[in-house]
């Protein structure tokens, strides 16, 4: 396709569309990471054609870094995107430049007034031997202690976040039986569960305290 067809988007780009594009580019990060190194995520910009990478993390994959062209594929996208509206992303299957097996996604990323200002594009590689990129996806056994707390309601969570900060301070010896409860506020005020707007009742009437012994412990924390 073309790229003559979308020139006016070069000038028609606004300060208000690159924040838009910037305030994606940490969650780029973030997706790299949790996928691990085998994934690259893009984001390209339509305010250059020419020079339309603006974020790129694992970029070895596709051999392409921070101001590289925009794909044909994603020229095509952004017709698809022009004549319907279309921004659900859709994987596919391609390969890269060196033969690699790529699975990939691409999002039409819009702007003000449903304006479209860039892509956000995943792309796996799926060729690198199956047991390395499945060893990326399994715990680092220095944080397999790591819990996370899954509810339906601020209740739930705050519920499982005390039964595991109860067991944390009933496993160190060094707590004496005065202030279990003080460290095991200590550990959900770090938690950030009073946050919460049900904590201080749940937590007080759980522990078997008063509230203002509970608001009393997170002042001599915040305190210190």
Known sequence: MNATKYQSFNVEFTESDRERLQSYFRLADTIADFIGPHCEVV???????EQ????IVNGHHTGREVGSPITDMGLKMLGVFESTGEVTPKS??????DGSLL??????????????????????N???PFPEIIKTLMPDTALVGMHENF???????IEHALEHAIKDVER???????GKNKAITKILLDNGIFELKEATAFV?????ITRHAIYKYIREYKSE
């Open 126 to 128: 799926l060729s690198h």
């Open 92 to 97: 596919y299957f391609t390969t890269s430049k």
């Open 172 to 178: 160190d010896s060094t707590i004496n039986l005065k």
């Open 204 to 208: 007080s009437e759980r522990l078997g």
């Open 52 to 55: 339309s990478v603006v974020k």
């Open 103 to 124: 699975k990939s996604t691409t999002c039409v990323v819009a702007g003000d007034n449903n304006k479209p200002i860039g892509l956000f594009c995943i792309n796996m």
């Open 43 to 49: 984001i390209h910009s339509f305010d250059s054609f």
């Open 151 to 157: 509810g339906s309601s601020p209740t739930e969570v």
